[in-house]
């Protein structure tokens, strides 16, 4: 069930775009209609979960630090796994953000011989992830030569980088295979893993469903059915320069591919900020790892701290007046 | 309830098959040994703590308030306010499963409700039903439930079997601490009066007389003077230490526990014993009689009622600085706390060491040093005399304890320390030390007897390590830095790799520590034969 419904689901989304511009020429509401709509809800709503995110307050200094602090001068702090700078948290963070650090740490636990427990290193999941996620960067970089008018030297050298095996014509982007096989990989640990199985809802299938369809129909469009480049250009363009048109040579045979793929996309763009996807904007924020470990140097300041009931030193020692003096403990009052 | 008699080599059949049914299917059972006693009423009522009523965890009906579902979805709502790390934590977790074997109850017990993302889930399922929109509509596709009553078990069950250590959030890509999830999950049952028994009385304790273990001012003393007659039996000298004294240069605060039972008491006399060697300017407390803080195991307001004794007794004595004591949560508290709380701390000075005149720099705001770092840094500019030859007899290895390493990142002090007072040491494998260090698996308030099960479930992994290097280099000590370890450790040591003994690193220190005008040591600090001592006397 739990794998079964986001299969359904991203296939009846397949489905329904085909028919919608095959059968029932709806070029304009797939293809125009709701991808603005698509983009004006990822906007919009990107920006209320950061906002949510960025007006609840940090009230105290967590960091999880994961060396050694700034302390004597001859102990040799780990000035990035617990910072205790600005810049040791940023080369901290970048680190997360384009190397996946902390993933990279990853180890297996296993009890062996029903006796003890060893760990060996696990980076596939690591590993799987990067790929993954860069290759989509590369992607959808590489798309912006659609949505500019002349193709900036940074893309075309991007694009030339990705397809140094050329393998043929049209040239072979390594990123197709490569985003495929980590999606693959993604996708196979969540089912073979019991545990991650275990843990595994419709909403983490949901998403590699997605976007494997997403990848799938461009590969379609590049290798096999063969859409009118031309056209795809002119249209996009008209898009971002908000003068729509939709060229004659979509409107008819292979172009409704494109409008699956402008679709499924759309689909994701969408859903984005109401997902788990959201992980995009949240590792930015995430106190364990965005702060500074020196709150023992620089007091943090809670927004909400407020005064409590506590016991006073004089109710305390008016409990225990006698007792104290009797054990020659001074007192505040004879 | 019956004794908990399952043999270790029974308990370590650990069944790691997930249930035929969905998590959210499967109900949860409150199984014996595996969990801890209600929190007396009384306890409660004296830090007045809400919906007040008898109950107990093994019975059907846990006699929750009549407005429970609205008092637990409106503090949620509160909490998801004030900190940004629930709301975040809430929302972002793709479901990885990075964290899933790194949490020591989920390797000692298999069960997978104790995976750090499934014991999270428990509450975002919650959070998803009723704060966000998909959640709201797709109700269970989008992984949504409803809050029961069985939830409520579920997350007191299962929020107790978390002690806040941090590992999981090593290995998270995001950071994602299930601690904080914790913290909240408990702030929350603490709403409906559920409360611990091993909490409770520890945190009304400690509110009333200054510390967890109840101890009034004289007997505080009194137990202070029977170390003294240790200490003059092994070393000959006669040590005169002060409480309450006003004018003292250094207020001293250390975890109650050292000064209660072994093996703790033996690192209270390494205090001593050093402080004495030093001719220190310093006082004890008997109001702020406790480092350590058990409120922070129920809710954050508590913590800091209990924790506000520390400032106010320096201010009242008028000491210039604060020295802290050997103790894992204490340190997160102070390092990470304390400071916002009751802050700014500007009747005190920058920490300077008296005897070497190192600036602790590292604590110019909130002026508290440990006494890990003020250690290191009398070794190292040679201020003490040390005969490492008289740790001998021991092999020893060191436990980082889950707080001081991932909630600080006091990594090398304490093994600097120990380098130079003993000659064997050895470390655990690297995947079990430092950041990633493995819980005693009794912290957080769940160092009770009665779900000893769970505890030792708990301290497999620490324990497991232990087992390696007593079979690799024959280690026969386990030092750490933590009160609670001290407790906790010796039990899950005996029953996992027994022959092993648990130390604080001031004890080390003490027994290595050449004394001016003592007499020759023949015995160590728990008062047994030095090696090579048991004949020449
Ligand atoms: C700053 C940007 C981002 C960072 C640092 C980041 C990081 C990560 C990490 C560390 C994981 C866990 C490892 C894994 O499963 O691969 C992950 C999972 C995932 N990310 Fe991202 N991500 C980012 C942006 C995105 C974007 C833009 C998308 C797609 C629209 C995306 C889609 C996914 C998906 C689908 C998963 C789950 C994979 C699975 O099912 O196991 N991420 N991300
Ligand atoms: S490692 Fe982090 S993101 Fe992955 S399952 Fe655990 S909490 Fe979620
Ligand atoms: S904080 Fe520690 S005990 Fe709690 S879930 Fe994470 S690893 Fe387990």
Redesign the interface.
């Known amino acids: 069930m739990k794998m079964l419904l986001p299969f359904v689901a991203v296939m009846a989304l397949v489905a329904a775009a085909l028919m919608a511009v095959n059968v029932a020429n709806l070029h304009f509401l797939f293809g125009v209609a709701i991808p603005y709509i698509a983009f004006a809800v990822f906007t919009a709503g990107f920006v209320y979960r950061i906002v949510k995110w960025a007006s609840s307050p940090v009230p105290f200094r967590i960091p999880t630090t994961c060396g050694q602090e700034f302390s004597l001068p001859w102990v040799k702090q780990n000035k990035i796994e617990n910072p205790s700078t600005a810049t040791g948290v940023i080369i901290r963070m970048a680190l997360e953000i384009f190397l996946f650090r902390s993933l990279f740490r990853n180890i297996k636990a296993e009890l062996r011989d029903g006796q003890k427990i060893v760990y060996g290193s696990d980076k596939w999941l690591w590993l799987a992830g990067l790929a993954f996620h860069w290759t989509f960067l590369v992607i959808l970089v590489r798309h912006l030569r659609f949505f500019v008018g002349d193709v900036p030297m940074s893309i075309a050298m991007l694009e030339h980088l990705d397809g140094f095996l050329q393998i043929g014509v049209p040239m072979i982007y390594i990123t197709d295979g490569v985003i495929l096989a980590a999606i693959g990989y993604l996708f196979i640990r969540r089912v073979l893993l019991p545990q991650i199985r275990y843990i595994s809802l419709p909403a983490d299938y949901f998403p590699l469903f997605l976007i494997a369809a997403i990848v799938v129909s461009g590969i379609l469009m590049r290798y096999i059915v063969k859409v009118d480049v031309v056209g795809v250009k002119n249209f996009t363009m008209g898009l971002v320069t908000f003068t729509p048109v939709i060229p004659a040579t979509l409107m008819q045979g292979n172009g409704a591919w494109f409008f699956l793929h402008v679709f499924l996309i759309s689909v994701l763009f969408a859903y984005f900020p109401f997902s788990k996807l959201m992980h995009m904007g949240g590792v930015f924020m995430s106190p364990t790892r965005n702060m500074i470990n020196n709150s023992r140097m620089v007091r943090h300041v809670n927004p909400w701290n407020y005064p409590v009931h506590v016991h006073t030193y004089e109710e305390y020692e008016n409990d225990f007046r006698d007792k104290m003096k009797a054990a020659g403990i001074p007192v505040e009052k004879e | 309830m019956a004794k908990f008699t399952a043999k270790p ?1 029974d308990l ?3 069944d ?3 249930p035929k049914t ?2 959210m299917d499967t109900p949860t059972e409150i199984r014996e040994h595996m969990f801890c006693h209600a929190t007396k009423a009384k306890d409660l009522e004296t830090v ?1 703590f809400p919906n007040i009523h008898e109950w107990r965890p093994q019975d059907e009906d846990w006699k929750l308030p009549a407005n429970w579902e609205q008092t637990i979805l409106q503090g949620m709502q509160d909490l ?6 629930f ?2 934590f809430m ?8 964290c ?3 949490c020591h109850f989920f ?1 000692g017990s298999g069960d ?1 409700k104790n ?1 750090p ?2 014991r999270a ?1 428990l509450m975002r399922s919650v959070y998803r039903g009723n704060f ?3 959640g709201k509509i797709l109700k269970k ?3 949504a439930r409803k809050l029961t009553p069985a939830v409520i078990k579920e997350w007191w069950y299962y929020f107790y079997q978390c002690t806040e250590c ?1 590992r999981c ?9 299930t601690a ?1 999830v914790t913290m909240m999950a408990r702030e929350l049952l603490n709403l409906l009066g559920l409360q611990l028994g091993w909490i409770g009385g520890p945190v009304a304790n400690c ?4 510390n967890h273990l109840g101890l ?3 007997t505080i ?2 137990s202070v003077e029977f170390f003294l007659d240790d200490i003059k039996e092994i070393t000959g000298i006669t040590i005169e230490p002060t ?4 004018g003292a240069e250094i207020l001293f605060v250390t975890p109650s526990g050292d000064l209660f039972a072994n093996p703790g008491t033996y690192t209270a006399m390494g205090y001593l014993m050093l402080f004495h060697e030093l001719g220190l300017d310093y006082t004890w407390s ?2 702020a009689s406790e480092g350590g803080n058990f409120g922070f195991f129920t809710s954050n ?1 508590m913590a ?2 209990l924790n ?2 520390i400032y ?2 320096a201010k ?1 004595l008028g000491v210039k600085w604060i020295l802290g004591g050997e103790c894992g949560h204490m340190w997160r508290v ?4 304390m ?3 009751q ?2 701390a500007d009747f005190l000075q920058e920490p300077v060491s008296p005897i070497t005149g ?1 600036k ?7 002026k ?1 040093v440990h006494i890990a ?1 003020f250690t ?2 009398l070794i ?1 500019n040679n201020k003490l005399k040390l005969d490492k030859s008289r740790n001998d007899h021991l092999v020893v290895t060191y436990h980082d304890s889950c707080n001081t ?9 304490p093994r ?1 320390i120990i380098n130079n007072v003993c000659n064997h040491f050895h470390e655990m ?1 690297e ?2 030390i ?3 260090t493995f819980c005693c698996g009794s912290g957080t308030g769940l160092n009770a007897s009665e779900n000893m099960e769970l505890r030792m479930r708990g301290g ?2 620490r324990a ?1 390590a232990v ?2 290097v007593k079979e690799k280099h024959g280690v026969n000590m386990l030092a750490n830095v933590c009160a609670i370890d001290r407790a906790t450790l010796s039990a899950s040591v005996d029953y996992w790799v027994p022959g092993t003994a648990v130390c604080g690193t001031h004890e080390l220190v003490a027994n290595a520590l050449v004394m001016k005008g003592e007499k020759e040591r023949t015995l160590d600090i728990r008062l047994e034969p030095l090696p090579g001592k048991e004949a020449s006397e």
């Open positions: 080599k370590i059949n650990i790691y098959t997930t969905e998590w007045e998801l306010k004030k900190y940004r790390s709301q975040l929302d972002i977790c793709v479901r990885c499963g990075a899933a074997d790194k390797i997978p995976m993302v499934l889930e966000t929109l998909a596709l989008a992984g941090r959030s090593v290995f998270c890509p995001y950071g994602i601490d904080e509110y009333m007389k200054g009034e001012p004289h003393k009194s409480f309450n004294r006003k008997t109001y307001e800091k009622r506000s004794k106010a007794e009242r102070i390092h990470q706390y400071d916002t709380w802050g700014p190192t602790f720099e590292n604590a110019k705001a909130t508290m770092e290191a840094d190292k390493a991932r909630g600080m990142g006091m990594l090398e002090e600097y494998p995947d079990t430092k950041e990633k497999l992994p497991n087992k390696f």
